[in-house]
């Protein structure tokens, strides 16, 4: 089972063009779960919601889609948070309402549910105040006494944080804690000051078993043991870009799940193979708009993989 804790929210679309504002379930975290539900693996997320119209409507979507509500904690007087999504073509800037938000409101008998999974994986919202690093601290230390894989998203959003050097320090507390961390280029290259690629992986933490480098429409890489794997995209017709990097995270934690971590660092082809199927999940997400709407089925990643219409 994979179980992921952090942020759950509302992406509200405002298309500029005709002013029209549409809204999507959302947040990094819950993204890579639902994506990892949706290919067939046991998930849980966890994570705090308020007592309002926008908490309303994330139950309702729970309800429907048959996910496990144990892990959402409905937060009394607070305001479930709301990501605002500009979209520029097919890019897209973010702003977030956290006034009175509960993301970082854990509970402490939410720690149990860690028994249940193999996989535990933690949206980097939680890094954002005190009360959240703390329970930070708290999943790490649960989760090694019990030899959990855990995997880290960094996902940095600027406008959560009054200063990158603050947003630095607290990512490395604690990254270097997890088993598996995903990097965007650009989140690479930003906090190693680095321009290349290859010089930026060897300035990352030591720790990690295992990172992971999301590079659009070039594929992502592995890098472990300080050995390279690089995989190329599919060509798909790009839409919206919000939601790809989860869909691409849920995707290769679904076969971290089912096959376990060890072999497949052991294992170049397993290695590859995982990410083929992730950058597949990852482009997918691209030609719809809406992060969850867009999160391909596994008949449709598998169906594209046997194509192998790689660049």
């Known amino acids: ?13 405002e298309n500029t063009n005709t002013e029209k504002t549409t809204s999507f379930v959302g947040g990094a975290p819950f993204n890579v779960c639902y994506q990892a539900n949706r290919l067939g ?18 139950l309702r979507f729970f309800n429907e889609q048959n996910l496990d509500t144990r892990g959402l904690h409905i937060c009394k007087d607070k305001k479930t ?14 702003t977030f309402e956290k006034e009175n ?3 970082n409101d854990f509970l402490d008998d939410a720690l149990d549910l860690i028994m249940e999974g193999d996989v535990i994986h933690v949206g980097s919202f939680i890094l954002n105040d005190n009360k959240g690093r703390d ?22 959003r600027e406008d959560m944080w009054s200063d990158f050097t603050v947003a630095k320090k607290a990512y490395e507390e604690f990254y270097p804690q997890f ?9 690479l290259l930003k906090f190693t000051a680095e321009e290349d690629i290859e010089k930026a992986l060897t300035k990352l933490k030591e720790g990690p078993k295992l990172y992971l480098v999301t590079l659009g429409k070039e594929g992502s890489l592995a890098y472990h043991n300080k050995r390279i794997t690089r995989c190329k995209s599919v060509k798909v017709n790009c839409v919206d870009t919000t939601g790809a990097g989860d869909a691409f995270m849920g995707a290769f934690l679904s076969n971290v799940d089912s096959l376990g971590l060890r072999e497949m660092l052991f294992i170049p082809s397993l290695m ?28 449709e990643v598998n169906a594209l993989l046997e194509k192998q219409t790689f660049r």
């Not at 709301?82 to 800037?93: N, Q």
């Not at 329970?135 to 940095?156: E, G, H, P, V, W």
């Not at 088993?179 to 989140?187: A, C, G, H, N, Y």
């Not at 590859?272 to 008949?299: D, V, W």
């Open 1 to 13: 089972m994979i179980i992921s804790f952090g942020e759950i929210l509302l992406d509200t679309f």
């Open 41 to 58: 693996n046991h998930t849980l997320f966890v994570g705090n919601i308020g007592k309002d119209e926008a908490g309303k409507k994330i």
């Open 81 to 94: 948070l709301i990501s605002k999504v500009v979209l520029h073509g097919s890019e897209r800037s973010f």
């Open 101 to 103: 938000t509960p993301e």
């Open 135 to 156: 329970y930070l601290r708290q999943i790490i230390t649960f989760a090694k006494a019990q030899n959990k894989i855990l995997s880290f998203d960094i996902n940095y």
């Open 179 to 187: 088993d598996i961390v995903k990097f965007s280029k650009d989140e």
């Open 272 to 299: 590859m193979s995982n990410l083929k199927f992730a950058n597949i999940a990852g482009a997918l997400a691209t030609t719809k708009r809406g992060a969850l709407s867009s999160m391909p089925s596994y008949k």
